[in-house]
């Protein structure tokens, strides 16, 4: 695995040169302020690093001398094996530049903790303007690559249009289009273009100009914009990259096939608008650049309301883009099936990142050990790819979260995906991800407030992405806000052209408090595929709760094979997934009822 780098001291100054007693003030006014969002525990490391700043100790504030201050550690505490200090320092760097941008932006000191060390930094703030993210934005500087318009020469090999990053485009007015050209031109002259595909990246996919079938106001205006939109709502997704054809749309499919084929492209999106005076209809299909193949296509339909054509231009952009770019959408389960059975050491960085969503459908766990290999010598190979780090902190988290590590170590695991997640999001502060394993983890660490700010994150940043909805509607529903969590994950399955089987537990669950025991296993047999305990778990109890108790026992029987842990005691596992006591309770109940007994019993 490639390393982060390590905190160390270096041999600059580190004496605070203002008064003690203007420190001493500035401290409390931090820590008494509510938006100063730090655990108890980084306030009290925030404190200890300034008071022995003050005493003339800073040299001596190294990993070991905070873990066992602050953080309790034994006398043989290892810095290295154990990275709580790095980790929380980390933390608390961003919990002051957090608050420094608001509450505290007009204070006449302020502290931060400068990267690759542990003692303070106190300075003026004598112009009183709002200071900027000095730590947390050189972490991602120093991590993420280049994004610069001087990132690359100027080339005109292609035909193609870069469009890689968060555009947010603007919808409204003729002058809509006359922007957007003057964007592709500062983009193309000063990007250029390399044609082969990056397989750090994923697939080329390119959207074309829809085609206008009419001549009428209506049809023009949507056919003009929606293009964009997708481009818009597509770029959401990290897991390719976009391109638009610049010039004009007159060039024929064909033509747009061949110079796909010379540029690397993999896929294009086409459409076309029609309407009439009461509906508005729009096509689309994507097409695998080399083969021609139509891969998907759909119809779209609305009724025509002129004061609403933005709307709807912009909600069937943005069915158009979660079909197509979700984790589980066409283009990734599309790229999924054309890859190789087995792993190997020469594999793509992007074939890891597929295999590890692949993973993700099921959690398999013989796919577990080989998956997080992959990822391993991906971060190693291209240690600026921000999916790669995301995807390994889940599968450190899921070897602590499923037992697949022992228990001497579930510390030491989470620890390591935290520490990778952050990493992740370092390198690309809007990795939808990154955040994503960022709230699973504090999830499973119990920190159920931490957790929900960054799945409410994540879906601020992509709203399209079914995944993200899933998410926090899971995780919602498990700590037993049902009437909250279950329309997420209604909205997520209704989005995903094949959703995994565990996006169906909790509304299986659901319908179990409910009493609605058809319901519950007609959900809970949509995961039985997928090679599940949890599935199998709840078809044994909607058997069992519906009297078909040979049908119950051998569900029971397939849980218990799949997981023995299941098989043993349903609580802990059940517990492990942070489900209320109401729902353990009532889930091993049910189990009883299905003909489950504890071993020995």
């Known amino acids: 695995m490639a390393s982060i780098t390590k905190m160390e001291l270096e041999s600059s100054e580190p004496a605070i040169k203002s008064p003690p007693e203007d420190v001493r003030t500035e401290l409390q006014r931090v820590l008494d302020s509510v938006d100063f969002r730090a655990t108890p525990r980084r306030r009290e490391m925030l404190r200890y690093l300034i008071e022995e700043s003050l005493a003339g100790r800073a040299r001596t504030l190294k990993g070991y001398t905070i873990g066992v201050a602050v953080f309790g550690r034994g006398d043989d505490f290892d810095p290295q094996a154990d990275p709580v200090v790095r980790l929380e320092a980390r933390r608390l760097r961003r919990d002051l530049d957090s608050y420094y941008v608001s509450e505290g932006r007009n204070n006449p000191l302020r502290i931060t903790i400068p990267k690759g060390h542990y003692f303070p930094e106190i300075s003026c703030n004598s112009n009183l303007l709002p200071p900027s993210h000095e730590s947390s934005s050189q972490e991602v500087v120093d991590k993420a690559p280049s994004t610069g318009p001087t990132e690359q020469p100027p080339s005109r090999s292609s035909g193609w249009l870069f469009a890689r990053s968060r555009i947010q485009w603007i919808s409204g007015s003729a002058a809509i289009a006359v922007l957007l050209a003057a964007i592709a031109s500062w983009l193309w002259l000063s990007r250029g273009h390399d044609s082969a595909l990056d397989m750090t990246e994923g697939p080329a996919v390119a959207v074309l100009p829809f085609r206008a079938l009419g001549v009428d106001n209506h049809t023009t205006f949507l056919a003009d914009g929606i293009s964009e939109q997708i481009m818009t709502a597509l770029s959401r997704f990290p897991e390719f990259r976009l391109y638009a054809p610049p010039g004009n749309t007159a060039s024929s499919g064909a033509e747009f096939l061949e110079q796909g084929k010379r540029d690397g492209l993999a896929y294009i999106v086409k459409g076309s608008v029609a309407s009439d005076n009461q509906e508005v209809r729009i096509g689309a299909s994507l097409i695998e650049v080399s083969s021609g193949r139509i891969i998907w296509a759909e119809d779209y339909s609305n009724p025509l309301e002129p004061h609403s ?5 912009n909600a069937i952009a943005s069915d158009i883009a979660t079909a197509l770019g979700q984790p589980y959408g066409v283009i990734m389960t599309e790229v999924a099936t054309g890859l190789p059975d087995d792993f190997s050491a020469s594999m793509p960085s992007y074939e890891c990142v597929l295999r590890a969503y692949s993973y993700r459908r099921s959690f398999a766990k013989a796919l577990h050990a080989p998956t997080i290999d992959c990822l391993q010598k991906a971060v190693e190979r291209d240690p600026k790819y921000a999916e790669a780090w995301a995807l390994l902190g889940w599968l450190y988290m899921d070897a602590a979260r499923f037992g697949w590590t022992s228990r001497e170590n579930v510390e030491s695991a989470f620890a390591k995906a935290l520490e990778s997640s ?8 809007n990795n939808i991800m990154a955040l994503k394993a960022l709230g699973s983890i504090h999830h499973y660490m119990g920190n159920y407030e931490e957790s929900m700010r960054y799945q409410r994150q994540a879906l601020a940043n992509n709203p399209n992405d079914p995944d993200t909805l899933v998410q926090l509607g899971w995780r919602l529903a498990i700590r037993g806000h049902f009437e909250e969590g279950i329309p997420y994950v209604e ?5 995903t052209v094949h959703p995994p089987g565990w996006y ?7 319908h179990y408090m409910h009493g609605r025991y058809k319901e519950m296993l007609a959900a809970a047999k949509y995961g039985v595929g997928h090679e599940s305990g949890i599935s199998w778990s709840l078809v044994a109890i909607a058997q069992g709760a519906l009297g078909d108790k040979v049908a119950a026992r051998e569900a029971l ?3 218990a094979e799949i997981s023995p842990r299941l098989g043993t005691d349903p609580a802990d596992v059940y517990r492990g997934h942070q ?6 309770a009532a889930i091993v109940a049910g189990m009883r009822n299905a003909g489950w007994s504890e071993p020995g019993a």
């Open 504 to 510: 169906y537990h909790l509304i299986a669950i659901d």
């Open 579 to 584: 489900a209320t006591e109401e729902i353990v």
């Open 422 to 429: 952050e990493h992740a999001l370092l390198l690309d502060v």
């Open 491 to 495: 909205k997520a399955i209704a989005r």
């Open 309 to 313: 054509l933005l709307q709807i231009q």
């Open 557 to 559: 029987q397939t849980m």
